[in-house]
């Protein structure tokens, strides 16, 4: 009899109590809406904004209702409108070419590499083709960001980093986030923060996020925001920028004001769950693990693995006898989008072209969560079974049954 894992990929941790009686405050009094407030009263948005901005090191911060929101607001704060191209990566989640969409652009999609990341050379040779980059640091792999910046710094490209899986990761150093003219990131139930819904957006650049402020439904109570430009910003964009409401609220910025205590502490459990499974699939022929370079300090909330060249049948093969085991790996060679897992050519309202290097990586990519809620014994089995499988399947393939 098999060994089976019996844990829920996507169960993640209750929230800590000073969490949920922080939210139970914020209920007590009535006011959620992020403007409603009493005299001397500073919102709990505006709060988690002046915190969150503090810990990335960055200038502004506006919290907002989803991360896929937070992008849009970023485009739209850089002045992308319809018909406009915006790069971004062909390997990455639906949102994200959603969000270019939603502004009426148009995604031009820059292939992946074996190590996961935007391929700098598709990058260089498309840069022409746009002024804006949306890069999504996709299931928190991060590119050499010092060439990624010299590239788009040299082609006039600003660049908005999509960093929906690495809040708490760093290149070089440099808080992800940081390197291009505003960061995005989720507070959804499946990253590193979980508010249920949420988004936050920050930048340096004034102007840039005094639209985004306004953008986001805050009518003219800017003044009321502590991590915002001042009033002089906003004097030369309020009549030309409209409200699209997207707001955070008190009761999830309450929330969320708690977990980013606990964060630092958070990404450190990630690591070590996703270096035990990482152990445990060293050496095994046939599965490629992800090199991660020096420079990259990374957040591992999921793992990703390649049966690169394998026939798209075993590939199947691999992840149904995993899912017959209790192991939940998403693929993204599947033939049609599943879950939350696709791929760009499903992304067929933005016209992509075929890209063959970038479909050998994705025809051969593994994928799943590592919710806190696993042990490391946890980790160190779902390892093994992976391990099994994909020796097994690999010995039925042609030219390998000297194996046994
Ligand atoms: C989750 C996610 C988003 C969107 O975040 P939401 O808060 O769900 O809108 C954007 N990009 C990537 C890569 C994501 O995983």
């Not at 819904?197 to 986001?216: K, N, Q, T, Y």
Request: charged share 20%.
């Amino acid at each position: 009899m098999k060994t089976r894992f019996t844990g829920s990929f996507t169960q993640q941790e209750p929230l800590p109590e000073a969490a949920i009686e922080a939210a139970v405050r914020v209920m007590r009094t009535g006011r959620l809406h992020r403007y409603n407030t009493v005299s001397g009263e500073v919102a709990e948005a505006a709060l988690l904004e002046r915190e969150f901005a503090d810990w990335i090191g960055a200038k502004y911060c506006l919290s907002v209702a989803s991360g896929g929101y937070a992008l849009a607001t970023a485009l739209r704060a850089l002045g992308v409108g319809p018909g406009n191209r915006v790069l971004t990566n062909a390997f990455t989640l639906a949102p994200v070419p959603g969000a270019i969409a939603s502004v009426g652009a148009v995604p031009v999609f820059v292939g992946v590499t074996e190590g996961l990341v935007i391929d700098l050379d598709d990058l260089a040779a498309k840069s022409g083709q746009a002024d804006v980059l949306m890069l999504s640091h996709m299931r928190g792999h991060i590119c050499d960001m010092d060439r990624l910046m010299a590239i788009c710094d040299g082609a006039g490209i600003r660049v908005i980093e999509d960093c929906a899986h690495t809040m708490g990761a760093r290149w070089n150093g440099v808080m992800s986030g940081r390197h291009g003219a505003i960061g995005c990131y989720s507070t959804q139930t499946y990253k590193h923060l979980n508010s249920g819904e949420g988004g936050l957006l920050v930048s340096d650049d004034a102007e840039a996020m005094a639209r985004a402020v306004m953008l986001s439904g805050s009518y003219m109570f800017h003044d009321r925001h502590l991590a915002a430009p001042g009033p002089e910003a906003f004097a030369a964009v309020t009549y030309d920028t409209p409200n699209i409401s997207g707001r955070m609220d008190n009761l999830r910025a309450a929330i969320l004001r708690v977990e980013l205590a606990s964060l630092p502490d958070k990404c450190a459990r990630w690591n070590e769950r996703y270096r035990t499974v990482e152990a445990g699939l060293a050496g095994v022929p046939g599965l490629t693990l992800i090199d991660r370079p020096e420079a990259e300090d990374y957040v591992m909330s999921s793992f990703q693995f390649l049966l690169l060249d394998w026939p798209g049948e075993d590939v199947a093969e691999v992840v149904a006898r995993c899912a017959a085991r209790g192991v939940e790996l998403k693929w993204f060679g599947a033939p049609e989008p599943q879950g939350f897992t696709s791929r760009y050519h499903f992304w067929r309202y933005a016209g992509p072209k075929p890209m063959p290097a970038t479909d050998r990586v994705l025809a051969g990519l593994l994928d799943m969560r590592l919710p806190l809620t696993f042990t490391l014994e946890d980790c160190a089995l779902i390892a093994t079974i992976i391990r099994d499988e994909v020796t097994e399947v690999r010995a039925r393939q042609p030219g390998q049954e000297t194996v046994w």
